[in-house]
């Protein structure tokens, strides 16, 4: 993005030079679209969100879709109603990993030395690369849900499932400022990625996204109960193919606002005080 298409000293909004919510609304909206050329100039980038969703899908529904199946009560196909929902939630994830790694790659390059040197709003710089990010998960969420069809999974709440795309949106964008802080604080993209792995293993295969929790140890049944990634699949289940969601949704919705209120001031101070 060149310079022009950018804020000058008396574009900040106020006479004080503070700036206002619509300045901001105007930066984030420049930022949106710098990183959304910058995705047109390189496609390759999207190759995650295309093909995470695919090779997911097919690989555990036909790996393991006979076996955890008749666990269930039925086959292949009992279980394609189980995952998809489950796939969800670890696409969210998997998508909100990737914000922390590309955001260390534009310090490295020195890309964001240089926002911090305009008078932009330093929070429009991480709410332009969340809102970017949750289009790609977006797409990576459409994807997951068309092969799924395809092999299938039988939608019969379409109420429920932008319900359940909403609620993975939600809490998808509060993921994500736990990665911001990582990609500031870490040194380079590899740690960034290292260091998600090593949360991201554990919440994923310590959760009800690929196979029920029953036959688990009951402490790790008391760990799925609590864990974000269980209670944002099984609402995903109930929502999209009926069953109870009171309790699972509200505990989705408390990982959701406490996460983005504990970690959002702390990556908008990371950004800004990074030397």
């Known amino acids: 993005m060149s310079a022009a298409t950018l804020p000058t000293t008396g574009e900040t909004g106020r006479p004080d030079g503070r700036i206002g919510l619509r300045a901001h609304a105007r930066h984030t909206g420049a930022l949106v679209r710098r990183n959304l050329l910058w995705i047109r100039q390189d496609p390759e980038s999207m190759f995650d969100a295309v093909l995470m969703p695919i090779v997911f899908t097919l690989l555990f529904v036909y790996v393991f879709g006979g076996s955890i199946g008749q666990a269930l009560g039925g086959g292949q196909e009992e279980y394609v109603q189980y995952v998809v929902p489950g796939l969800m ?16 790659e534009d310090f ?146 408390g990982w959701s606002v406490a996460l983005t209120a504990v970690m959002a001031p702390i990556a908008i101070h990371k950004f800004k005080t990074k030397s």
């Open 89 to 104: 939630a670890m696409t969210c994830m998997n998508m909100a990993m990737g914000v922390g790694t590309g955001f260390n």
């Open 108 to 253: 490295q390059k020195g890309i964001m030395d240089r926002f911090r040197s305009l008078p932009i709003g330093r929070s429009s710089v991480l709410l332009a690369k969340i809102s970017v990010e949750l289009l790609r998960m977006l797409v990576a969420t459409a994807i997951l849900l068309t092969v799924g069809v395809l092999i299938g999974f039988d939608i019969t709440n379409w109420p429920g499932l932008l319900g359940a795309v909403g609620l993975a949106t939600v809490f998808g964008s509060s993921l994500m400022w736990i990665f911001l802080v990582l990609g500031v604080t870490l040194k380079n993209a590899q740690s960034v990625q290292a260091m998600g792995f090593l949360v991201l293993f554990p919440l994923q295969f310590g959760s009800s996204i690929f196979a029920p929790t029953q036959s688990m140890p009951g402490w790790l049944q008391a760990f799925t109960d609590y864990n974000p990634l269980s209670a944002l699949a099984d609402t995903a289940r109930g929502l999209m193919t009926g069953g109870p969601i009171a309790h699972d949704l509200f505990v989705t919705l």
